[in-house]
């Protein structure tokens, strides 16, 4: 008898259109904050024309 049990796995409701847009915005967010952790690690290039120390010619 024990053999003729029959567990099936339960069922996964589908994410909401709530669930979907957390889900979405914190994958954003994370994005979003590496893009700026990266902006301060790595140097931003100076182009060697920009001298912002001298005013005139």
Do not use: W
């Not at 979907?20 to 915005?25: D, E, V």
């Not at 920009?50 to 010619?57: C, I, M, N, Q």
Request: glycine fraction near 8%; include cysteine.
């Amino acid at each position: 008898m024990a053999a003729e049990l029959h567990f099936s796995p339960p069922e996964i409701p589908e994410p909401t259109i709530l669930e979907n847009m957390l889900r979405y915005g914190l994958l954003f967010g994370a994005l979003f904050q590496l893009l700026c952790v990266l902006a301060i690690i790595l140097p931003a290039f100076k182009s060697p024309k920009a001298d912002f120390g001298e005013f005139g010619d």
